[in-house]
């Protein structure tokens, strides 16, 4: 078999027993399906691996669906895979021990909304530009956003924040409370529509970023936000990335409560030129955006601006409509895809540490030195205000020898945001391809721990890995 990265395990895919098959087929219908184009389709994200699809997929309508399908995998001791959209770069929904694929899409409806409460409670299928266009009407939003239109229960599952997090904080903050399906098609809800508790374990917590190895989520409580009075997006250039990034620490040490903040290196600004026919100087830009009142806005942005200045940032051009700002974001939505076009034909191996602030100029800087030295096509895009980065190595799917620069490029980079104090993933999640990266960054002994949690929620599951047969729902 042909792999675009080389895999950090060895695939063991169980054939599922007729009887399970007979079983989905009798009580799903059509909704179970084995065609090779719908495997092909759950068995592919926007990692660099390439590995056979699952043997089925089911299309779960609601948490009695799944439990179904997950208690009869339980009898069979077949591995289990959330689907949602299918945006993961890591590997996650990858079906490495075979199995079934257990699509929540479907599961698309906002279950309750309690604006007064600044709560919501959705199926995990919801996707969350469905969400804020459902709630739009309640003068309330739900600011997390990881650029990807990424499913609720995918984003829980793998942690996920985005470029809104600086302000508004990550999946972590903003869930309070879970419906889940456990290993053995139990179901159990954790936490409840209140804004603290010190009952018992926080199992809430403990499934948000489990990445589908734990259970499958089908449900979330939500907090929500209040629309901002007043909103502002601003673009400004600089000669070079470091003093981009020292105009964002400054922002951040001073205490600005700016909304978003992001960086394109030279590369990025390249690619949504070409695609998004934008006209912005083909330099590293930092992109931010302001809430508040009108006048909060006014002023964080004239600070934000002064300090760019003393730092020699450029073009600092304005978009305050609300169609001038979604074609900026829309277009840094697309950094991913559009960057993909710099090398037709290529695939990207990507990483996405975090580093404290302090340590976020010398880690950016280092990391694009060195992509250039050692000449492989790359780009890089970052939600710098939290200190959060992804570099993406462009390439040649046949050539061992790019596979090898970009992992060995991939590998220094973690380990100077390890040591730096940060971590291996800020937002993308373990996955398959930073399970080394765990080890490294936690220890044998904590990833030893989260072993035996895995055992003890999930027994009848192989003891060799983290993973259920591929990951969480992305």
């Known amino acids: 078999m042909n792999t675009a990265v080389d895999l950090p395990f060895q695939l063991q895919p ?16 059509e909704r179970f399906v084995t065609s090779l184009a719908v495997r092909q389709q759950h068995g592919r994200d926007e990692s660099p691996f390439d590995v056979p699809p699952p043997e089925a997929v089911v299309f779960c309508e609601s948490t009695e669906d799944v439990t179904f399908v997950v208690a009869a995998a339980a009898r069979h001791r077949v591995p289990v895979i959330p689907y949602g959209a299918g945006s993961s770069l890591e590997g996650h929904l ?6 079934v694929s257990v699509d929540v899409s479907r599961m698309d409806r906002v279950l309750q909304l309690n604006p007064e409460d ?9 996707t969350r530009l469905q969400l804020n266009r459902e709630i739009k009407d309640s003068g309330l939003f739900f600011p997390i956003d990881p650029g990807a239109d990424a499913t609720i229960g995918g984003m829980a599952a793998t942690r996920a924040s985005g470029t809104n997090a600086v302000r508004y904080g990550t999946m972590r903050e903003n869930v309070l409370a879970l419906t889940v399906v456990t290993a053995s098609g139990e179901v159990i809800r954790t936490g409840t529509r209140a804004r603290k508790s010190s009952a018992g374990y926080d199992l809430t917590r403990l499934m948000v970023g489990s990445e589908g190895t734990l259970g499958v989520i089908t ?33 951040i040490q001073m205490g600005v409560p700016i909304a978003r903040c992001e960086l394109l290196d030279a590369n990025a600004v390249i690619a949504v030129n070409r695609n998004d026919k934008l006209g912005l100087a083909e330099k590293p830009m930092l992109l931010m955006e302001f809430h508040g009142s009108a006048a909060s806005v006014a002023e964080q942005a004239a600070t934000v601006q002064e300090l760019a200045a003393e730092r020699g940032g450029t073009a600092f051009q304005w978009a305050t409509t609300p169609e001038e700002r979604t074609r900026l974001w829309t277009a840094r939505h697309h950094a991913f895809l559009s960057g993909l076009q710099l090398r037709p034909g290529c695939r990207a191996v990507t990483t996405d540490c975090c580093v404290p602030i302090s340590g976020l100029a010398d880690a950016v800087t280092r990391a694009l030195d060195e992509a250039e030295d050692a000449g492989i096509p790359h780009f890089l895009v ?15 799917p046949a050539s061992a020898a790019d596979r090898e620069t970009a992992e060995r490029l991939n590998h220094q980079l973690v380990q100077r945001a390890i040591a730096a104090g940060g971590t291996c993933t800020g937002e993308h999640g373990i996955g398959l391809h930073k399970q080394g990266f765990l080890v490294e960054e936690t220890g044998a002994g904590a990833v030893a721990m989260m072993r035996e949690i895995k055992r003890a929620l999930d027994p009848t599951r192989p003891a060799g890995g983290l993973s259920p047969g591929g990951g969480a729902a992305g």
């Open 14 to 29: 169980r054939p599922m027993p007729a009887a399970m098959a007979l079983a989905l087929r009798e009580h799903f219908g």
């Open 219 to 251: 449900e979330i409580t939500l907090k929500l936000h209040p629309l901002p009075e007043s909103v502002a997006a601003a673009v400004c250039s600089f000669d070079g990335a470091a003093a981009a990034v020292d105009t964002v620490i400054a922002i």
């Open 382 to 396: 970052g939600h710098v205000g939290d200190g959060n980065f992804h570099v993406a190595y462009l390439i040649d």
């Open 118 to 126: 600044l709560t919501v409670t959705v199926q995990a299928g919801v």
């Open 94 to 99: 990858l079906a490495v021990q075979g199995g």
